[in-house]
């Protein structure tokens, strides 16, 4: 995630003596467990990686970026159960880079940082680059608008093959406006689209973070699987595709202009 560097920070989970929560103005940002970095502490940290265990066969190593690094918790957690793969984390804010490189145990072989805007890394990135992009990108509490268009969305399907798959997480409130046009935004330019989220926020009665998952191949998506594992978490999903997806759309516009609000 990308942070602020406001009033950052390392804080020891009392209930479990090997975690660390990264802090910016006291809000949590990320969580590592640096003895395990297969734990995943918050609850769209791991329905982004049930994807990511389901892209392609188990341990087979991919090429990943991602858009915002806060404490490396997926970029540890992929180079864990896909050894060999090739990351790279892309983090705005150099005083996050400095804190984790010196208070959280060494990035693991394959895992690049670089310092830069996530749109700015992506538009200087090859065309079918990365079999993984993921994107947590937030800025005082929001996603940078110009994050959130057709624009951006088409440059990173550019860089994915062509059975690559995009993860976004959104945090959002009811009415899940802000969820809802961004999947009209990834329709636009992705074929396959599908959303993951605790099913009271679905339903309108919390606010929370909601994983997008998108495809630039018809029917890429491992939904059915994804359903599966979405159950299983500790805190059970919902998983929204096809015809459910479509009324759960209904009305959003895709954002073209990095002005909308």
Do not use: K
Not at 24 to 43: I, K, M, N, R, W
Not at 45 to 52: E, F, L, P, S
């Amino acid at each position: 995630m990308e942070v602020p560097d406001d009033r950052l920070g390392l804080a020891a989970d009392p209930a479990r003596p090997t975690g660390r929560t990264l802090l910016a103005g006291g809000v949590e940002q990320s969580y590592v467990d640096v003895a395990d970095p297969t734990y995943l502490h918050f609850d769209y940290v791991r329905w982004m990686a049930a994807m990511a265990d389901l892209a392609a066969p188990a341990g087979d190593p991919l090429d990943v970026l991602h858009l915002g690094g806060g404490a490396l918790t997926l970029p540890r957690y992929i180079a864990t159960t896909r050894p060999g793969s090739v990351q790279v984390a892309v983090e705005r804010e150099s005083a996050v880079v400095e804190l984790v490189a010196r208070e959280l145990p060494p990035r693991p072989a394959g895992i690049e940082v670089h310092i830069a805007d996530a749109l700015e890394a992506v538009t200087a990135a090859y065309a079918d680059a990365y079999d993984l992009v993921l994107a947590d990108i937030y800025q005082a509490a929001r996603m940078p608008p110009h994050v959130t268009t057709v624009a951006f969305a088409a440059e990173v399907a550019r860089v994915l093959r062509p059975d690559g798959i995009y993860l976004v997480n959104v945090t959002d409130l009811p009415p899940l406006v802000l969820t809802r046009v961004q999947v009209a935004t990834l329709r636009a330019v992705f074929a396959d689209v599908c959303v993951v989220a605790d099913r009271r926020m679905l339903r309108g009665r919390r606010y929370g973070n909601v994983v997008l998952a998108a495809a630039r191949c018809p029917d890429r998506l491992p939904v059915a699987r994804l359903v599966v594992r979405a159950l299983r978490d500790p805190v059970p999903a919902g998983v929204l595709h096809g015809p459910a997806l479509d009324r759960f759309v209904a009305g959003a516009r895709p954002r073209t202009d990095d002005t909308e609000r």
